[in-house]
Structure formats: C-alpha cells, structure tokens
Nanobody
C-alpha cells in the first residue's frame, strides 16, 4: 500500500521552469531518503537528484547541477524538484522514489519543446 504520486509535469519551452511534487503515503516519509529519476524516449532511467531524511545532504546528476533543486517538506510528506533552464533533451517521464523501500510513483511527463 506504499504509494508515491508525482505531479507538476507538463509542456514547457526550452529555458523554462517547472516544479514537480511527489507526495507519499502509508510509510514513514521522514525516515526515508528520496530521489528523483527520469526516463526519456529511447533512454534508460537515469538518476537526477537525491535528498536525505532531514535535508542535510543533497546530490545531483552532473547534467542538472546548478539548474535543479531538490527539497522536501516532511510535514507534508512531499518532495519537490525545481527545474530551471530546461533543455529539449530533458523531455522525459520524471519519477519519484524512496530508494530503501524500492517504491516508485507513476511518473509525471515533462515535455520541453517550442
């Protein structure tokens, strides 16, 4: 019954921004690190960002460092991904996961196009 639900995806122009959200339920959210992954067309799923239980550690893929910011609000059981200066190659389904629980959301589609 562990569940993660992503939201916030959509169509955005190159250089634009989006903020994704992922809300968890039926597990102790604050006891779990959280990550974002993405899978573009014809590509393998790739790591995007990681945040520790209390936000003391954040890590990013080199390709997004400086443009994306991960954050979380444990009182809302929610992790966020702020994405700035989006590139067309970053069109993908973005997924939320709790790595220890090996739980994934359904994904939210981000389309970067003119």
């Amino acid at each position: 019954q562990v569940r993660l639900v992503e939201s916030g995806g959509g169509l955005v122009q190159p250089g634009g921004s989006l903020r994704l959200s992922c809300t968890g339920s039926d597990f102790i959210f604050s006891n779990n690190a959280m990550s974002w992954y993405r899978q573009g067309p014809g590509k393998e799923r790739e790591f995007v960002a990681y945040i520790s239980m209390s936000s003391s550690i954040m890590r990013y893929a080199d390709s997004v460092k400086g443009r994306f910011t991960i954050s979380r609000d444990n009182s809302k059981n929610t992790v966020y991904l702020q994405m700035n200066s989006l590139k067309p190659g970053e069109t993908a389904v973005y997924y939320c996961t709790a790595p220890f629980l090996k739980t994934w959301g359904q994904g939210t589609l981000v389309s970067v196009s003119s």
